[in-house]
């Protein structure tokens, strides 16, 4: 595994990874390491199903039927 030094970083902010450190109960390198997995990780990609299952149900089947023009062709007014 590769090692990676960071230099020249605020006291306040080594403080507070220390701090977020100890709330989680691991060590501050931990923390860095997980900090840094987090922000670097891919978002898991959610197929097509798991999309069309969390949208909303938003109406009747119905209210989405086709209705049909009669063979016309529509108008459309564009002001």
Do not use: C
Request: proline share 3%.
């Amino acid at each position: 595994m590769a090692n990676l030094v960071v230099r020249n970083l605020d006291d306040a902010l080594v403080q507070t990874l220390k701090e977020r450190a100890a709330t989680h109960g691991r060590s501050a390198e931990a923390e860095h390491r997980e900090i840094l997995a987090r922000a670097l990780r891919r978002p898991a990609r959610k197929t097509l199903a798991e999309v069309l299952m969390a949208m909303p149900n938003v109406g009747e089947d119905a209210d989405f039927a086709r209705l049909e023009d009669g063979g016309e062709a529509a108008t459309h007014v564009f002001a």
